[in-house]
């Protein structure tokens, strides 16, 4: 395990070389892991590896509802799927998992130590009544094939028999399956800070959608559902983890052709989710 003081929950904006960006170190709290507070501290990006820390004294504190958006960096926690037994619903020699719930076919890309979906999950969700617990992308049906399905917290930590706990997924739980197939898990921000250590940000993003795809990893520009309408949609990727800030809100991921972020968003807005290897 790792010790509550290493916790440092993070994204780091890993942009072009001689570029520069501010994160912020997110501390966890205690033995409960809910990320509360934040101090600033400024970036000098040389390589997608390589950061220049200095810091200042800022504190960042917001009980506000409206998405809260901080470039923020960690501690490296390796996250290894490379090199292990893999799940029987992957193929090695194709790059692919075939979901085993509704035998979907999903490209996967591996970078670094991490094997990743290379497209959105596109699970049909339902609800102990049957009812689907998802939306589309731009609450449009027809966005779910191209962009994969959009998920609240209850739906992608897969909840809705159990109840939503807080914080939503303690150290002990993960990784957590969550939504994703069998052998596969929601990241957490410290696995995806280990994607952003292995890859500029802009070579994660699809062409298409401004990158440069060079990855495979293929970010489109998605964005999520709230309660007031779309957000980000066509400008950004939001993308789940199993972190939350505090008892209202969760810790998704923000990924547009030019930056990566930490965004705080209330726990029923609706994310993509990218499933990792175990």
């Known amino acids: 395990g790792v010790s509550p003081a290493s916790l440092i929950a993070a994204i780091a904006a890993s942009t072009s070389a001689g570029s520069t960006a501010t994160i912020i170190p997110i501390p966890m709290l205690n033995v409960l892991y809910i990320i509360c507070s934040a101090t600033v501290v400024t970036v000098s990006s040389s390589s997608a590896n390589e950061f220049v820390v200095s810091s200042s004294s800022e504190v960042v504190k917001s009980s506000s509802s409206t998405p809260e958006e901080q470039n923020i960096s960690s501690t490296n926690v390796s ?20 979901d085993e719930r509704d035998g979907k076919i999903y490209k ?47 739906a992608f930590l897969d909840e809705y028999d159990e109840g939503v706990n807080y914080p939503a997924v303690p150290e002990s739980q993960r990784p957590f399956k969550g939504i994703c197939p069998t052998g596969w898990h929601v990241p957490s921000i410290e696995e995806w800070q280990v994607l952003l250590d292995n890859a500029y940000v802009q070579d994660l993003v699809a062409e298409s959608a401004g990158g440069t795809g060079k990855s495979g990893f293929d970010v489109l520009l998605a964005g999520g559902l709230s309660l007031n309408g779309s957000l980000y949609y066509e400008k950004a990727g939001l993308f789940a983890s199993v972190d939350d800030y505090d008892i209202r809100n969760m810790a998704s991921v923000k990924i547009s052709a030019t930056s990566a972020s930490a965004l705080k968003v209330i726990c029923n807005y609706f994310v993509s989710v990218r499933c990792l290897m175990n």
């Open 79 to 98: 996250s290894s799927s490379v090199g292990t037994s893999y799940p029987s619903n992957y193929n090695a020699s194709t790059n692919t998992l075939t």
């Open 108 to 154: 996967t890309v591996t970078i670094g130590s991490q094997i990743w979906l290379a497209e959105n999950l596109a699970y049909d969700l339902k609800d102990a009544d049957g009812y689907e617990a998802f939306y589309c992308p731009n609450d449009d049906a027809s966005n779910c094939a191209i962009y994969g399905n959009v998920y609240d917290q209850r």
